[in-house]
């Protein structure tokens, strides 16, 4: 077990580079075995989410190799259906390979997946498009059996909500259904958008991605391609609110303020002073923070709920009232004990949470729950007066690669100890 060990109060000063997007190079990774060749994907950042989906793929018959932050896979030789319980457990983005593997081999076996506990998530919606497309599902034993004996054929699927990831899902099993698949209400992250490039690099016949209808054209001849993921932008999130708590100026490069803009124009009316480049977010912190109108988590491009601990973090320290409401999770503020811990003034009735800015936070024992949860608690622990000490790191593994080393090229006075 590691933990943080983070002395609070200095300010931030310098550049950092945004490693590449975790839940845009999960389902990349899936989708490379939809086609029987070499696929090669650079700026994947070595996350245990990404470990685990390396560890499906060669439990699958692909060949992985990694070189830096570029990862190669090679699925000629892909055998496997199945995806065993234990790795299936290391993470809920899991079950996006249900639809490659039905797309590539007509049957896939696996149990239900794993994760962060952030309450309900249920697979029912990926289910119910895997059905569309012509799959039988049965459930056995703690286990899905999918199969389409018949084959996959096109149809319109219609979502209920739009879920980012019955949206992959949806994308890449209709790669392998004969003729023309609408997935409407789809889900318009730019994850998924990233998703499609690639696919297009495959030769899959995919449009529409960043819309709320998508497109595929199926049973396309795919072969080997390359692609560079996006930057995560929850990590760029992440490191703007450090800077907003912590105060001083920092430079953000390689991500697109475009999908960022719900979080600046927060961090902007909070006090802070926002430039954007073409691939850069430039942040100045000087004067306390003040509360900003209700802040609504939505799905993009609203408010994003990954975005939201943090910024609630920054918004603890600083003057006024700020209102938060999560729209996407159940158990969402997760962090909010711990930050009381710390001193914030911070009240939860359901789904709303109300924060009152307070003149200082102070150094604490801090245990992360979850993954943007324990990012929440570095972001507070450097705004915060003295040393804290979180645990709970391996939260932060799956999303954050190098935090520590980021962090403390910007100034911050972090250490991770065993």
Known sequence: MSAYLVEGGNRLQG?????????????ILAATILCPGESVVHNCPDLSDVRASIAILEHLGC??????????????ALTGRDVPDALMREMRSSVIFLGAILARLGEAIMS????????????????????????QVREQGGELHCSAAGGLAGCEITFSIPSVGATENAMLCACGAE??????????????????AFLRALGADVRGAGTSVITVRGKKPLHGGEHTVMPDRIVAATLLTAVAAAGGEAELLGTDYRQLSTVTAVLTEAGCRIRSGSDSIHIC????????????????????????????AALCQGTGTTVFVENMFESRYRHVDELSRMGAD?????????VCGVERLHGAALQAADLRGGAALVVAALGAEGRSEITGLHHMDRGYYGLEDTLRGLGADIVRVP
Not at 15 to 27: D, E, M, Y
Not at 63 to 76: H, I, K, L, P, Y
Not at 112 to 118: A, Q, R, S
Not at 346 to 354: H, N, T
Request: aromatic share 2%; charged share 25%.
């Open 15 to 27: 550049t950092a580079r945004v490693h590449g997007a975790k839940n845009s190079v999960l389902p």
């Open 63 to 76: 060949r992985v190799e990694r070189a830096g932050d570029t990862v190669t896979v090679d699925a000629s």
């Open 112 to 135: 239900f997946p794993g994760g962060c506990e952030l309450g309900p998530r249920p697979i029912d919606l990926h289910l119910a498009a895997i059905r569309s497309l012509g799959a």
């Open 179 to 196: 003729g023309v698949t609408v997935i409407c209400n789809a889900a318009r992250e730019p994850e998924i958008v990233d998703l499609q």
């Open 285 to 312: 912190r000087e004067a306390p923070l003040r509360g900003v109108r209700p802040i609504r988590t939505a799905p993009y491009p609203g408010f994003p709920t990954d975005a939201q601990p943090p910024v609630m």
């Open 346 to 354: 911070i009240r939860v009735e359901g789904k709303v949470a109300v």
